[in-house]
């Protein structure tokens, strides 16, 4: 354990800290200016101060986290052992069950927001051992997996570090009521003279500037108001902080006046996955560096510099002039033109004396930089028109699919770092409900081959000893959100292509297609009730089964395609007679049928 009794071990670790939380400033300075960016001058009073009529950045972002996190994704859980497998699809019913009821997709996307902005996107995860409070805004439970969105300026990180693997500390302040950190049994830390720290705590206010004298991020939706000295109750500041080699965990009070000071409410070991409670997500690593490079970096100068020159074009187009000058000795002419009316005939004495100008108006050589800068940054950000459907770039579908696929790497690129960090993610829930000595997990799951759902239960003493046995991985298509249009041309295309050509094979196993089952559920995702009303179902009539032979190509055993049996083989048509077929030769047969 770290000797925090030692003055001097403590006073340098403090020194450290304070260390890393300046040279994190820049980084913290920067995500707030892009976030001015990203929220306008329309966003209350205090974000920009400039005019953003192309909200580029904002777009940038928004398709991104679309694409990235569309939906909830799911765990999958597998077993290393034959004998491990039904206990692995219990466990992977109950994480996903977990999951949608702490709508963890919406933690992740938000996970995905901040990692846009800042160096690191950070989540912090563990059990809550409480029995019921409001943390950071979100209600903990009694022995709950806990998942929280850390935000850049309440985060610590240790900045000597060139890579994560060698980070030696990090952590996060919050706040919570004074009340209860004073009645917290978990604080349990004493001072020299061996009196409980958490007894001696004070109320302090909220900041609107970090601990380096920074402006949080926060300042944009309430500036510098009196509000940030307002709790409706007494809080007082804490940090969390994570030693790495140590595998130690301490919770520390800070407040403006005292700074980083006295020995720590609660110093214990840590028990959890080795890389410890916080989760980082980033994309772009930067040799011998620790910080990586935030998307919006790449794509904030050319958002400026496009709204700087369109800001300029809409004042030149508002301040607009066209006049009509005339010789001074033809004012009287000059008058009857001005009241005649449209395309009527003006008698004046010398038409040469009238010459019409306009001033200012719209360059052309600015309009067309703007429409470079709008190329520039459209590369810049990944081809952002394709990959966020914004507009056709192909004349041809054919086309616009192929350059769809080619301009979609980058998206990939950071799909599959999304898709591994949320992997990370559901591993760590599931070592931590899996480790749980006392909870048992009950519900229901659905076994192929059964209708009903069939219920399970996990107790402390199956899962004993099993965690290693087990791969806990999240399942890459559930990432794939769906309309229930989109739905319905996946089932019509599953009948059409697998059950049709399959339906031999199907039938010589037993198998037969249910007609009702499938307009049943295509009537309800198409949202058309109507669809089930049309067909009326009766008692099946005896029939004799014919034996289907698969699908002929076209021009098969009927000369050449295009020839006489061209039309039925291939087409619409015969679609819709292999339909009629296989409806006819799948209908339930009564008992004694040839």
């Not at 109950?94 to 160096?119: K, Y």
């Not at 610590?156 to 030696?168: F, N, P, Q, W, Y």
């Amino acid at each position: 354990m770290i000797d925090f009794s030692n003055s001097d071990v403590l006073s340098r670790w403090y020194e450290a800290f304070y260390a890393s939380l300046d040279q994190m400033a820049p980084f913290r300075e920067n995500r707030t200016e892009a976030l001015k960016e990203y929220l306008g001058k329309h966003y209350g009073d205090f974000a920009s101060a400039e005019e953003v009529p192309l909200p580029w950045l904002e777009q940038f972002v928004d398709v991104y986290t679309r694409l990235l996190i569309p939906s909830n994704p799911k765990s999958m859980v597998t077993g290393k052992t034959f004998g491990m497998r039904s206990m692995a699809r219990d466990m992977e019913a109950f994480l996903n069950f977990r999951g949608e009821e702490m709508c963890i997709g919406d933690t992740l996307r938000r996970w995905v927001r901040d990692s846009f902005f800042a160096p690191f996107g950070v989540l912090e995860c563990g059990i809550e051992t409480h029995e019921h409070f409001e943390w950071e805004g979100e209600s903990h439970y009694y022995d709950e997996f806990f998942l929280d969105n850390i935000d850049w300026d309440d985060y610590l990180i240790d900045m000597s570090a060139k890579r994560e693997a060698t980070v030696g500390f990090e952590g996060h302040c919050f706040r919570m009521p004074l009340e209860l950190a004073k009645a917290d049994p978990l604080f349990d830390g004493v001072d020299e003279n061996g009196d409980l720290i958490r007894e001696k705590l004070e109320a302090d206010h909220a900041d609107q500037f970090n601990i380096t004298g920074d402006e949080k991020a926060k300042s944009l939706e309430i500036g510098n108001t009196r509000i940030w000295s307002q709790d409706y109750k007494d809080f007082v500041t804490l940090w969390q902080v994570f030693f790495h080699a140590e595998q130690e965990i301490a919770v520390i009070q800070y407040s403006r006046n005292r700074g980083f000071a006295g020995m720590p409410l609660r110093q214990k070991k840590w028990k959890g996955p080795r890389y410890g409670p916080y989760m980082r997500l980033s994309y772009s690593p930067v040799s011998a560096m620790l910080c990586p490079k935030p998307p919006v970096a790449k794509a904030i100068d050319l958002h400026r510099m496009a709204n700087a020159i369109m800001c300029k074009l809409g004042d030149d187009a508002v301040n607009w002039k066209r006049v009509l000058l005339f010789e001074s000795g033809a004012s009287k002419d000059a008058k009857k033109i001005i009241k005649a009316s449209n395309g009527a005939a003006v008698p004046v004495a010398d038409p040469k004396n009238f010459q019409e100008v306009s001033f200012r108006g719209i360059d052309q050589t600015q309009l067309a930089f703007l429409l470079q800068v709008y190329q520039f940054y459209n590369r810049a950000t990944g081809n952002l028109e394709v990959v966020g459907g914004l507009g056709a770039q192909a004349g041809t579908l054919g086309q616009e699919k192929l350059l769809a696929e080619q301009s979609g790497t980058q998206v990939k690129d950071m799909q599959s770092t999304v898709v591994n960090r949320c992997r990370d993610v559901y591993r760590q829930m599931g070592w931590y409900y899996w480790t749980d000595p006392l909870r048992v997990y009950e519900g229901e799951r659905q076994i192929d081959g059964v209708e009903v759902p069939v219920a399970y239960e996990l107790r402390p003493e199956d899962r004993e000893g099993n965690v290693y046995k087990l791969n806990f991985d999240v399942n890459v298509y559930s990432f794939n959100a769906k309309t229930p249009l989109e739905e319905v041309a996946d089932l019509d295309a599953f009948v059409m292509q697998i059950v049709f050509p399959m339906m031999p094979v199907i039938q010589q196993q037993g198998g037969v297609f249910d007609a009702q089952s499938y307009l049943r559920i295509r009537s309800r995702l198409a949202n058309q009730p109507y669809y089930d009303e049309l067909l009326k179902w009766e008692a099946p009539q005896e029939m004799n089964v014919p034996q289907m032979q698969p699908p002929k190509r076209a021009g098969a055993q009927g000369g050449a395609p295009g020839g006489p049996r061209a039309d039925i083989q291939a087409g619409p048509g015969r679609d819709m007679q292999q339909l009629t077929e296989m409806l006819n030769s799948a209908a339930p047969q009564p008992t004694g049928a040839m």
